[in-house]
């Protein structure tokens, strides 16, 4: 009798522990990840622009020289974070992008092709931040919100709401302003003065640091909400200007009514 033991199959057949393991563990396609990388880099980048911060450039000089926009030089990209206002209403002094209503946006010419398949893919391309939203988004600064009654000037030619001067260090260039001479109530009116408006709830009023070159609320005065923006258009905060390099660096919101 054999004293050796009996086999069952072939050993040059069966696959050996080494040969089974390498198979587990054998990286998958690069090429076949590829689009599954893309696809969620595009998801989160959706979810990044809708919900929490977004670039913009606003070509305006109405905001000079808090940011740039000036024709001729490099404007400012600025981050506008979209999360506060979730939990908060702007305050006065915010800077804030929002979408101009109907009567701020008769001038607005859509930048969008008239090709059918371009304008799907540009619009595709404003959902992941690729391509500017086909909107009159425009940035301004809060001075009043619901409730207060905002005016100007008084006797030195400072806005008031409800009545309080404010103090504005960002206002670098505005209308003459000569008390006896050039002011509110001088034959030789300034073209500052303004109002009374009360700003209805649920509505900020809002204007340029650039005082003698913006079309803000005072411009609007006239229309159905008296030049105020509804909160539903104010798409969040200017927070941080990301270029040019030089120009890198936070965007102040002081406490402009001393609260």
């Known amino acids: 009798m054999s004293s050796e033991s009996e086999t069952t199959g072939d050993p040059a057949v069966a696959p050996t522990t080494t040969d089974a393991t390498k198979q587990e563990k054998k990286p998958r396609s690069f090429l076949r990840e590829l689009p ?56 006065p002094g915010d800077v804030v992008v929002f979408r101009g209503p109907d009567s701020w946006s008769q001038d607005f010419v859509s930048t969008r092709s008239s090709n059918v398949v371009v304008r799907g893919a540009q619009e595709l391309g404003s959902l992941v931040g690729l391509v500017p939203p086909d909107e009159n988004d425009l940035v301004k600064r809060v001075i009043a919100t619901g409730g207060q009654t905002v005016e100007c000037c008084d006797e030195q030619g400072r806005i008031l709401v409800d009545g309080t001067p404010l103090d504005e260090p960002y206002v670098v260039m505005d209308f003459p302003f000569v008390p006896g001479s050039q002011a509110c109530d001088t034959a030789l009116k300034s073209a500052r003065c303004f109002g009374p408006v009360t700003v209805p709830d ?24 008296q030049g105020t923006i509804p909160l539903d258009n104010v798409i969040g905060k200017a927070v941080f200007i990301a270029l040019p390099p030089s120009r890198i660096g936070s965007i102040s919101s002081p406490d402009i009514q001393g609260k």
């Not at 599954?36 to 980048?45: E, K, T």
């Not at 911060?53 to 981050?79: F, K, N, Q």
């Not at 640091?209 to 005065?221: E, I, K, M, T």
Request: charged share 20%; glycine share 10%.
């Open 36 to 91: 599954i990388l893309i696809l969620v880099a595009l998801v989160l980048s959706f979810l990044l622009q809708t919900f929490i911060a977004r670039v913009y450039l606003i070509p305006s000089e109405s905001m000079e020289p808090t940011l740039h926009g000036c024709a001729g030089c490099t404007g400012d990209r600025i981050v506008v974070e979209k999360i506060g206002y979730h939990f908060g209403e702007p305050q």
């Open 202 to 225: 649920g509505h900020v009023w809002v204007m340029g640091d650039n005082r003698s070159n913006s079309a803000d609320s005072r411009y609007h005065v006239g229309d159905d909400m």
